[in-house]
C-alpha cells in the first residue's frame, strides 16, 4: 500500500487529470455544438470532470486536518480516487456515445453503466459520510476557524450527497414506472442544491488557511470564518427553498 504522502500525490494528480478532462472537454463542446442542457451534452463530461477533479483534490487535502489514523486516511482516499475516475469515465463515455449516462435503461450496456454509476455514488456517500463523521468526533486540527471550516464542510458536503440521492432515487422510480423523458428532467430542481453545497469542503476550509496567513488576530480570523459559513449556510437554505419549491 502506497505511504500516505504518496497517496495524497496519488490523488492530488488523479485530481489534476480529472480536472484537465473537464477542461478538455469544454474545447470538445466549442468545436463540436451541441446542446449545453438536457441528458446527452458536453456539459456532462465538463461539469462532472471539474468538479469531481476540484472535489477529490479538496478532500485529499483537507482530511489532513482530520484525527484519522494514516493507514484508514490512505485507504478512503484510493478507494475514493478510484470511484471518482469511474464515475468521470462512464459519463464520459457515454458522452461520446451520444447517449444519457445515468437513468438510462435502453439497452444492457446502458443499463450496466447507469447501475455502475449508482452504485459509484453510493460509495461516495459511505466515503465522504466516514470522513464527516470522523470531523465531529475529534476536533480537527490546524489554525484559528479551520477546525469550524472543516465540520461546516463536511456538513454541508452531506447535503450534496442527500441531494444527489434523491435525484438519483426519483429518476429510478420514474424509469422504472415507464417514465423516461421525465426521469432525464426530474433532477433539475435539486441541481442548484447539489451545486451549491458541493464545494463547501473547499471554500471554507481555503478561506481559513489564506487567513492564516495574514496577520490579524486569532479571534478576528475565527469571526471571518464563522460569517463566511454563515453565508454558506444561507446560500444552501435559499437553493434547498428553491429545490422544495419547484419539486
Known amino acids: 500500500m502506497p505511504r500516505p504522502r504518496s497517496a495524497e500525490r496519488l490523488c492530488h494528480a488523479t485530481g489534476l487529470l480529472l480536472v484537465l478532462s473537464g477542461l ?3 474545447v470538445v463542446f466549442a468545436v463540436d455544438g451541441g446542446p449545453w442542457d438536457g441528458p446527452v451534452s458536453w456539459r456532462k463530461p465538463v461539469t462532472f470532470g471539474l468538479s469531481f477533479g476540484v472535489t477529490l483534490i479538496a478532500v485529499t487535502w483537507v482530511t489532513s486536518y ?5 493507514r484508514l486516511r490512505t485507504v478512503l482516499l484510493l478507494v475514493f480516487a478510484a470511484d471518482c475516475v469511474v464515475e468521470v469515465g462512464g459519463i464520459t463515455l457515454q458522452a461520446w456515445r451520444r447517449v444519457p449516462s445515468h437513468l438510462n ?3 444492457p450496456f446502458d443499463t450496466a453503466v447507469s447501475i455502475t454509476l449508482a452504485v459509484g455514488g453510493g460509495v461516495l456517500v459511505v466515503l465522504l459520510t466516514v470522513f464527516a463523521v470522523a470531523s465531529f468526533r475529534h476536533r480537527p486540527t490546524g489554525p484559528a476557524g479551520m477546525p469550524l471550516a472543516v465540520r461546516a464542510g463536511f456538513a454541508v458536503l452531506l447535503v450534496a450527497l442527500a441531494s444527489g440521492a434523491a435525484m438519483i432515487a426519483r429518476g429510478v422510480v420514474l424509469t422504472r414506472t415507464g ?3 421525465a426521469a432525464y428532467h426530474s433532477t433539475a430542481p435539486l441541481k442548484p442544491l447539489h451545486g451549491v453545497s458541493l464545494h463547501a469542503v473547499l471554500v471554507l476550509p481555503a478561506l481559513a488557511w489564506l487567513l492564516s496567513r495574514t496577520p490579524w488576530s486569532e479571534r478576528l480570523r475565527w469571526r471571518v470564518v464563522a460569517a463566511a459559513t454563515g453565508c454558506y449556510a444561507v446560500a444552501v437554505v435559499i437553493a434547498g427553498v428553491w429545490a422544495v419549491i419547484t419539486y
Open 105 to 107: 435503461m435502453e439497452t
Open 66 to 70: 482530520l484525527r484519522v489514523g494514516p
Open 179 to 181: 417514465h423516461q423523458e
Open 24 to 26: 478538455a472537454h469544454l
